[in-house]
């Protein structure tokens, strides 16, 4: 291939980038990142709304409707931020179906492929194409009253139905594949996939779930029974969170980002997702080992297997 035509080729990428703008180290990693992307010929398109809080050179694209259309003909999707952005970003990469690699600028950030002192690297990777792309698992979720289908959404990490006032229990029954299993007071019910297993699951005392690992997840939150475990399902399996009438109304949250009412009577069922959220992967390091970093697990003294 001549120089001409490989540079032609070089320029025909394109990578959007999407920062949590109200954090300044997001806006100085956004930098570095367009700043060696465009160096390298491959193009960068922002959100018209974000490009006004970044130092953008001229060469960037803005858009101005953030919608999945604006990812068309995009390599990747890089997300600069929390668990937040990372989200916002994962409803992107689902309805575009462009992988998502995210750089955690937060707390935890499980959905993160590397850090902010990773920059460089992850500058490098996508230029040489030097990462893999992996599936995660999402649920679909119905919300149902009096018959009718009165809600339809998604989730990536989880689908929780919460009590709605502090001083009401929220009163439910739980079913799983069509038959009933018990019914109790709580705070909540969490319906998770593995990658939620570590987000809101987690903190309601469900298991950690390895991301290969295909299941669903059903976590209560707060429950007065002595019935009240966390159970892990098939994840072909149907999971739904009936409120009951005559109690307060609860609230479905999808991913901590979108809510709707549930009113007495309300029925939401959950069902692995028709649409997967693609991830881009710089790394081979095994999920324990992520697991351990994030939560800072303590692991001295082990030896390892007899060699």
Request: no cysteine; proline share 0%.
């Given at each position: 291939m001549t120089q001409d035509?490989?540079?032609t080729h070089t320029q025909a990428r394109?990578?959007?980038l999407l920062?949590?703008?109200g954090r300044p180290a997001a806006v100085r990693s956004a930098e570095?990142?367009?700043k060696g992307?465009?160096?390298?010929?491959i193009g960068v398109r922002v959100l018209e709304a974000e490009a006004r809080d970044l130092p953008l050179p001229d060469e960037v694209r803005l858009v101005a409707e953030a919608t999945p259309q604006c990812l068309d003909g995009c390599e990747l999707l890089i997300v600069l931020g929390g668990d937040g952005t990372l989200l916002r970003g994962a409803e992107?990469?689902?309805?575009?179906?462009?992988p998502m690699l995210g750089v955690n600028l937060?707390?935890?950030?499980?959905?993160?492929?590397?850090?902010r002192d990773d920059l460089d690297k992850v500058v490098d990777r996508v230029v040489s194409r030097a990462y893999e792309v992996e599936e995660r698992m999402t649920v679909d979720v119905v919300v149902h009253r009096n018959g009718d289908i009165v809600h339809t959404d998604w989730a990536l990490n989880e689908a929780?139905?919460?009590k709605v006032s502090a001083e009401r229990m929220l009163e439910v029954v739980l079913e799983i594949d069509g038959r009933p299993v018990t019914g109790f007071g709580c705070d909540g019910i969490v319906c998770a996939t593995p990658t939620g297993s570590t987000a809101y699951a987690f903190s309601a005392g469900g298991p950690v779930v390895w991301p290969e690992v295909e299941a669903l997840l059903m976590v209560p939150i707060s429950a007065h029974a002595l019935f009240a475990k966390p159970l892990v399902t098939s994840p072909d399996s149907v999971l739904a969170v009936e409120v009951l009438p005559h109690v307060p109304p609860g609230v479905l949250w999808c991913d901590g980002r979108r809510t709707v009412e549930l009113p007495p009577g309300a029925r939401v069922e959950v069902r692995r997702g028709a649409v997967p959220v693609r991830l881009a992967r710089l790394h081979h390091a095994s999920f324990t080992d992520r697991l351990v970093a994030k939560f800072a697990l303590p692991v001295s003294g082990w030896r390892g297997a007899p060699r």
């Open positions: 035509l490989a540079r394109t990578v959007f920062a949590h703008t570095l990142v367009v992307l465009l160096k390298a010929g992107f990469a689902r309805a575009s179906g462009v937060g707390s935890v950030g499980f959905l993160a492929e590397a850090e929780a139905v919460q």
